[in-house]
């Protein structure tokens, strides 16, 4: 760190996802939070009693502060585009949550208001900050495995949602997928197919909201490489995150991970190990503290920010032909996407 002033954030929202951005500006020596806004203001005075900030219930107190360089919102998904039109209107970077929302033409309206000014806009698109994902992409892209032919993606939760949060989801393309969609393009940032199955295997309650509880995607770019996703709302032995890479010089892979790689041979069985991370905020801990420290760097810097605002609007209008695929059993073109949804 430089002897340049520490940046003062704001935080929109108190509840877990909230704490982890909380916990992570704390733990990081360039960065204070200032100000903790939710409408459920025990919540954000339970968080501030903690950091020092201060806590209150009106956005507004936010943008009349006067002392703010920045906002991370992690509010519930319906506020996501007044808070990033109101922060950027008054020249505050964003860092927000995914998804932009879940209706697109107010994504692609916000987008058009948004497009006259230049501060960091930043998604929460964290995986492409975890240092394995992060190190597998570098090696693709430097041509180790030679041009990619084939991704394969795997994303399973350990246990379904909560029911209030299943409901008010948008529906597994919209709330889980689309993360894998993005580290997709990532990898392979000009998408042209989508062909995706949905099926209920196991959920009654996930099927009583006409949503999957198992899902698979099929993505193709526009070079021909081929994108398979994996999906699934339950894992019984955790949460299920693994990444391959393949090409004609070779396969890179990313395997789970556990608290330990110590393994137990007896003669009961041989390999024995411990559980993988139980969930996200376990997993991608260290993906989280990296994506704050790009957004504190776009900050000063004032560089783009990756992923932007039309990484965003691209992994939505994916999601959806996602979901149009599964309900009609058709392919779904979206070739331009990327181009068209760029800011």
Not at 48 to 77: L, M, N, R, Y
Not at 254 to 274: L, M
Not at 293 to 304: N, V
Not at 322 to 329: F, I, K
Request: aromatic content about 8%.
């Amino acid at each position: 760190m430089t002897n340049e002033r520490l940046l003062r954030l704001a935080l929109f929202g108190s509840g877990r996802i909230g704490q982890v951005h909380a916990r992570n500006i704390a733990a990081n020596p360039e960065l204070e939070l200032a100000v903790i806004a939710d409408p459920f203001i025990d919540g954000a005075q339970r968080l501030a009693a903690d950091s020092g900030a201060q806590a209150v219930s009106d956005p507004e107190e936010v943008f009349s502060h006067g002392d703010i360089d920045g906002v991370v919102i992690g509010s519930p998904t319906n506020t996501h585009v007044d808070l990033i039109s109101r922060s950027v209107a008054r020249g505050l970077a964003v860092l927000c949550e995914k998804p932009i929302d879940l209706d697109i033409d107010t994504v692609r309206a916000c987008q058009e208001q948004i497009g006259g000014y230049s501060v960091p806009i930043m998604l929460g698109f964290n995986r492409r900050f975890d240092p394995a994902f992060a190190a597998m992409h570098r090696r693709v892209a430097a041509g180790e495995i030679g041009p990619l032919e084939q991704l394969t993606i795997t994303s399973r939760d350990p246990a379904p949602a909560p029911r209030d949060y299943i409901a008010a989801s948008g529906g597994i393309f919209r709330d889980m997928t689309i993360h894998d969609l993005d580290m997709a393009r990532f990898f392979v940032p000009d998408i042209v197919e989508v062909s995706a199955s949905g099926a209920n295997v196991f959920s009654e309650e996930i099927a009583d909201f006409d949503d999957y509880d198992s899902a698979i995607v099929t993505l193709r770019g526009s070079r021909g490489e081929l994108i398979s996703i994996t999906n699934s709302r339950h894992c019984s032995f955790g949460y299920d995150q693994r990444l391959e890479a393949f090409g004609p010089d070779g396969m890179l892979s990313a395997g789970n991970v556990a608290p330990t790689t110590v393994k137990k041979y007896g003669g009961a069985g041989t390999e024995h190990a411990d559980p993988y991370m139980p969930f996200f905020l376990e997993r991608y801990a260290q993906a989280y503290a990296a994506e704050l420290q790009a957004f504190a760097d776009s900050i000063r810097t004032g560089e783009p920010c990756s992923p932007d605002f039309g990484d965003g609007v691209t992994a939505l209008v994916l999601a959806n032909a996602a979901a149009e695929s599964a309900a009609t059993g058709r392919t779904v073109s979206v070739a331009g996407t990327a181009a068209a949804t760029a800011g």
